[in-house]
């Protein structure tokens, strides 16, 4: 006895395995930008480099150094989206009277008298 597939499950539809953009995730779209980031309608990379007109172009980096990986498509993309997730330092959030008063503090902290030396 020979079994035949049925018709139905041979033109069984056959989802895209592709996402659009709106689906993308912040993960994604990181991955894609191989640590470039898009600051004021341009690509920065950390190292020196700016992408332009699908250019690398070298502003700051030391010469000699390899230019770094474009970044991909899906950043491309969703550049109005993408803004890389940046921490600001504690140091940085502190106002001048801030950093003042805790320098002053410092300075006043009693401290342990050096030990030069002994004399025996």
């Known amino acids: ?15 895209s395995q592709k996402k659009s953009s709106a689906q993308a995730t912040a993960s994604e779209i990181s991955r894609s930008a191989h640590g470039w980031s898009y600051v004021n309608g341009e690509w920065i990379h950390p190292d020196g480099y700016k992408f332009v007109r699908n250019q690398v172009l070298r502003t700051t980096a030391k010469p000699g150094r390899t230019a770094p990986e474009p970044p991909g498509k899906l950043a491309l993309e969703n550049a109005q989206n993408w803004t890389p997730k940046a921490v600001p330092s504690q140091e940085r959030a502190k106002t001048d009277a801030e950093r003042k ?10 401290r342990p008298a050096p030990q030069t030396g002994t004399h025996i």
């Open 101 to 110: 008063a805790e320098e002053k503090r410092k300075n006043l902290e009693v």
């Open 1 to 15: 006895m020979l079994l035949q597939p049925s018709p139905a499950s041979a033109k069984s539809p056959k989802r």
